[in-house]
C-alpha cells in the first residue's frame, strides 16, 4: 500500500487536491478568525498579559 | 465581570516561583558570554590559521562548541527563563514544582557542561547542531521531558481559564523539539562515546535538516516570538496589534515550517519532489513570518515615541525587524537558483548570524533588561548604558552580516565564474580564499563589537542586582476564581483555547503532516538507489579514518556533495549520487565549503601529499586557511575497537564480507601497514603504520573510489 501511495506522488490531480485541501483549511480559518461576534472574545484574550493581576 | 459578592467565586493568592526565573536570567547572560567568546575565536581562526593551538582547540571542534553554546546554553536559558516568567502571571499561578524546576535548571546546566568538556575533545555525532553523544542526548531529552511535565502541570493548575497566544508557541515548541531531538539522535552505541546513526547516506541528510532546520523553527522562532507576544504588549503597555491575525500566524507558521528541511540540500542527490517541496514551502513561510513581524512592529501604533526613550523597546523593534529581514532572505535563499549561488558560502553564515544576533540576541537582551529590574524589584541601573549597548550592537551586526553577505556573493561568483573556453576562471580553491580572506577580519571586529555592547549590559544587569534589596521577595498576588459560568459562551476555537490537551493534539498533527510525507518515504529509500550501481563499503581502515574525519569536525568546512550545476561539476567531477553515499554514518553531505568539496578526492593526489598536508596545509598549499592536524601523525589507532564498530555497521545493512567482520583489526592492520610502507619509502622517516594520519589518509584516498558514480 505504501509503494502505491508513493507512486501517486507525480500524479497531478494528488497535488491539486493536495492543495485545495490545504489552501480550503487555510481559508476556512481566516474565515473562522474573523467571524461575527468574535470581537469581544478576542479583545480579552489580547488584553490578558496587560490585566492587573492584584485585585486590590 | 461578575461582582464581588458573587457566591460562586473566590480570592487566592498565588506566589510566583520567580527564585528560578532568576537563576535562567543569569544562566543565559553567562552562557551568551561563552558562546560569542568562541564565536570571536573561531571566526579569528578562519581568518589567522596559527590560531589554532592545540588538538583540543581546532576550528573543527570549537565551531561546534560554538554553534551549540548559541542555541542550547544561551537560547535554551533565554526561553526558559521567558517562558517560566510569563506563563506564571498568562495563568496566574504558580510553576507545578519547584523541585522540577530546580531540577530542570540544574540538569540543563549540566548538559551545557557535558558539552563544553566532550566537544573540544572531538566527542560527535557529526551532525551539525546535533553533535552530543547518545549518553548526553538521554541527558538532553530526560530533562526535556522534566520540562514539558513542569510546563504541563502548570497548565492544568491555571487559574486563567483561556491561554493566550504565546502559550500556544511554548506548547508547540515543547512538543515539536521532543520530536525532532529523538528521531533525529536515533543510533546504535558502539562505545561510551561513539555511536553510529540509524539513518544512513540520503535519509540521514533528510532527517538531520528536518531537525535542523526546524530547530531553527522551534527553538529559535516559535518560543521567540511567544516571548514576543507577551513581553512587547508589557513593554508599550497595549495589547498585540491583532489577536485574529496571532491565531492565523500560529496555525500557519508551525504547519508550514515543518516541511521546509530539504533546501538545505537543494540541487544535491536528493529526489527532485523532495526539493520543490522544499522549496515551495520555504517560500509560502514567507507569509506566515512576515504576519508575525507585522503583528509585533504594528503593536507600537500610537506609541512610536517610545522608542527615542526606552532602550527596551529599541531592542524588541530591532530584533522584530531583524526577524523580518532573515524571513525575507530564508525564502530567497530557498529558490534553486538563488541557492546554487548562496549554498556552501559564508552568505548562509551571515544570514543565519541576522537570526541569531539580531533576533534572538535583541529579543533576549530586551527581555532581560525587562526583567531584571522587576525580578530584584528595583530600577535598572543605566538607561543611557543600555542605549550605547543598543547602537553598538547594530554596528556589530552589520559589519558581520555585510561582511558575510559579500564574502559568500564574491565566493560564490568566482566558483561558477567560466571563461570564454568554458574552464573555470579560479579553478584553484584557495584563490577565492584568498579574496574573501580581508572579510573575515571585518566579520571578527562585527563579533567583537557585538561582544562589547553585550559587556556593557553585564556591567548595568551587575549593577542592578547589586542595588536590589537584600531580601528578595517573591511576586505575590491576588486571584479572583470564577467557578459561575464563563463571560461568553464557548465554542470553536475559543473552545480549544480552553482545552490544553485538545491544542496540543491538534499542535501535533499539524506538525506531523510535513514530518510525514517528507521523511517516511524517503525511509523505503531502496526506491531512490539503483540496485545495479554496486557500492563497496569502506574498508575496516577507512571506516576508522572516517570517525577521525568526523571527531575532527572536517565536515565543518568540507562537503562531500558535489551538485547537479555546471560549475560543481566542472570543478569536482561528476555529481554525487545517492548510492555513494548510502552505508554513511552520518552523513557528510556538509553545509558549507570553506575548503573545496571532498567527494572524488581520492587517489587525486598521493599518499605522502596528504600526510604533508596534515602535518602543516601551508607546506603544500602557501595560502591554505585549514588548520594543522600533527598530533594525528603521533596518536595511535584503537585498533581493538574496529571489530565492534564493523559489527554494528554490519547490522545496520552495511554488507562487510565474513573476513572483515572476523579479522576486522588483522585486515586494517594488514592495510596499514601498506600505507606506511608506501609513505616510507617516499621519504617518511617515522613508522606510521599504526598512528590515525595513515587511516585518515586510507578513508581521503576510498573518497569517491567505491563505486555507483
Redesign the interface.
Same mark, same amino acid.
Given at each position: 500500500m505504501?509503494?502505491l501511495a508513493?507512486s501517486q @506522488?507525480?500524479d497531478i490531480y494528488l497535488i491539486v487536491i493536495g492543495f485545495f485541501l490545504f489552501f480550503s483549511v @487555510?481559508i476556512g480559518?481566516?474565515f473562522?478568525?474573523?467571524r461575527k461576534g468574535?470581537k469581544?472574545? $478576542?479583545? $480579552?484574550?489580547?488584553?490578558?498579559?496587560?490585566r492587573e493581576?492584584?485585585?486590590? | 465581570m461578575s461582582s464581588l459578592n458573587d457566591t460562586n467565586s473566590r !480570592?487566592v493568592q498565588v506566589k510566583y516561583n520567580d527564585q528560578i526565573v532568576r537563576m535562567f536570567t543569569l544562566a543565559t547572560i553567562f552562557w551568551v558570554t561563552i558562546a560569542m567568546l568562541v564565536g570571536i575565536i573561531v571566526a579569528l581562526q578562519l581568518a589567522i590559521p596559527q590560531l589554532n593551538f592545540t588538538a583540543w582547540l581546532t576550528f573543527g571542534r570549537l565551531r561546534p562548541l560554538h554553534t551549540n553554546a548559541a542555541i542550547y546554553a544561551f537560547a535554551g536559558n533565554a526561553i526558559f527563563a521567558g517562558i517560566y516568567h +510569563?506563563t506564571q502571571?498568562?495563568i &496566574?499561578t504558580r510553576l507545578f514544582s519547584d523541585g522540577l524546576s530546580q531540577l530542570h535548571f540544574w540538569g540543563w546546566q549540566f548538559i551545557i557542561v557535558l558539552a563544553v568538556i566532550t566537544l573540544p575533545l572531538g566527542i560527535s555525532q557529526g551532525k551539525e547542531f546535533a553533535e552530543l553523544e547518545w549518553p548526553i542526548d538521554i541527558a538532553v531529552v530526560l530533562i526535556w521531558v522534566v520540562f514539558a511535565i513542569n510546563f504541563f502541570g502548570t497548565l492544568l493548575k491555571r487559574n486563567?481559564k483561556?491561554l493566550?497566544?504565546?502559550i500556544w508557541f511554548y506548547i508547540a515548541t515543547i512538543l515539536t523539539v521532543a520530536l525532532l531531538y529523538i528521531v533525529n539522535a536515533i543510533c546504535i552505541p558502539v562505545g561510551l562515546f561513539k555511536s553510529y546513526i540509524v539513518f544512513a547516506g540520503i535519509q540521514d541528510a533528510l532527517v538531520q535538516w528536518w531537525f535542523g532546520h526546524n530547530a531553527v523553527a522551534f527553538f529559535l522562532t516559535t518560543p521567540f516570538l511567544g516571548l514576543m507576544?507577551?513581553y512587547l *504588549? &508589557?513593554a508599550v503597555?497595549? *495589547?498585540?496589534y491583532s489577536?485574529?491575525l496571532s491565531?492565523?500566524h500560529f496555525? +500557519?507558521l508551525i504547519f508550514m515550517y515543518i516541511w521546509a528541511g530539504p533546501h538545505h540540500l537543494l540541487n544535491t542527490a536528493l529526489p527532485e519532489?523532495l526539493q520543490t517541496l522544499g522549496t515551495v514551502f520555504s517560500v509560502m513561510l514567507w507569509a506566515p513570518s512576515w504576519g508575525g513581524a507585522v503583528n509585533g512592529i504594528l503593536t507600537l501604533r500610537g506609541a512610536w515615541h517610545l522608542l527615542r526613550t526606552n532602550p527596551i523597546i529599541k531592542f524588541f523593534v530591532a530584533a522584530i525587524t531583524f526577524y523580518a529581514m532573515a524571513t525575507f532572505e530564508g525564502p530567497l535563499l530557498s529558490i534553486k537558483a538563488v541557492n546554487s549561488l548562496g549554498h556552501y558560502t559564508d552568505w548562509i553564515v551571515g544570514h543565519v548570524h541576522l537570526g541569531a544576533l539580531g533576533w534572538n540576541g535583541f529579543l533576549s537582551f530586551g527581555m532581560i533588561y525587562f526583567i531584571v529590574p522587576k525580578l530584584w524589584s528595583t530600577e535598572l541601573y543605566s538607561k543611557k548604558l543600555a542605549n550605547i549597548h543598543f547602537w553598538i550592537g547594530i554596528l556589530g551586526i552589520l559589519f558581520y552580516y555585510v561582511s558575510m553577505l559579500a564574502a559568500g556573493i564574491t565566493q560564490g561568483l568566482m566558483w561558477r565564474a567560466v571563461d570564454a573556453n568554458g574552464g573555470l576562471v579560479y579553478p584553484d580553491f584557495v584563490e577565492t580564499v584568498i579574496r574573501i580572506l580581508p572579510l573575515f577580519l571585518f566579520r571578527a571586529l562585527g563579533g567583537v563589537l557585538f561582544l562589547g555592547g553585550f559587556v556593557l549590559m553585564l556591567y548595568n544587569v551587575y549593577k542592578t542586582i547589586k542595588q536590589a534589596p537584600k531580601e528578595l521577595q517573591e511576586e505575590t #498576588?491576588? #486571584?479572583?476564581i470564577s467557578s459561575s459560568a464563563p463571560?461568553?459562551p464557548e465554542r470553536?476555537?475559543?473552545k480549544l483555547?480552553g482545552m490544553a490537551a485538545a491544542f496540543t493534539i491538534l499542535a501535533l498533527i499539524a506538525i506531523l503532516v510535513g514530518s510525514i510525507i517528507e521523511i !517516511? *518515504?524517503t525511509l523505503?529509500v531502496n526506491?531512490y538507489v539503483n540496485t545495479e550501481n554496486k557500492v563497496e563499503p569502506f574498508t575496516p581502515l577507512e571506516l576508522e579514518g572516517r570517525d577521525i574525519y568526523v571527531k575532527e569536525g572536517c565536515f565543518t568546512c568540507h562537503s562531500q556533495m558535489i551538485r547537479t550545476i555546471p560549475s560543481d561539476v566542472l570543478r569536482y567531477g561528476a555529481a554525487s549520487t545517492i548510492e555513494e553515499s548510502m552505508y554513511d554514518r552520518p552523513f557528510q553531505w556538509g553545509s558549507k565549503r570553506t575548503g573545496p568539496d571532498l567527494a572524488r578526492l581520492g587517489k587525486k593526489y598521493p599518499d605522502l601529499w596528504h600526510y604533508m598536508h596534515m602535518e602543516d596545509p601551508r607546506a603544500v598549499i602557501k595560502e591554505s586557511i585549514m588548520p594543522a592536524y600533527p598530533w594525528l601523525i603521533t596518536s595511535t589507532i584503537d585498533f581493538d575497537s574496529l571489530e565492534k564498530k564493523v559489527a554494528v555497521s554490519n547490522k545496520l545493512g552495511v554488507p562487510y564480507s565474513d573476513e572483515d567482520l572476523s579479522d576486522t583489526s588483522e585486515r586494517a592492520k594488514e592495510q596499514a601497514k601498506k600505507i606506511a610502507d608506501v609513505l616510507k619509502k617516499q621519504g617518511v622517516k617515522e613508522d606510521v603504520s599504526d598512528k590515525q594520519i595513515t587511516a585518515l589518509i586510507a578513508y581521503l584516498q576510498a573518497l569517491g573510489q567505491k563505486g555507483a558514480e
Open positions: 505504501k509503494q508513493l @506522488f507525480n @487555510f480559518a481566516v473562522w478568525v474573523y468574535s469581544k472574545h $478576542y479583545d $480579552y484574550l489580547s488584553k490578558l498579559p496587560l493581576e492584584n485585585l486590590t | !480570592v +510569563s502571571r498568562l &496566574k486563567e483561556h493566550y497566544v504565546a507576544y507577551y *504588549p &508589557k503597555n497595549r *495589547p498585540i489577536y485574529r491565531v492565523v496555525w +500557519s519532489w #498576588v491576588q #486571584v479572583k463571560v461568553h470553536g476555537h475559543r483555547e !517516511v *518515504p523505503s526506491k
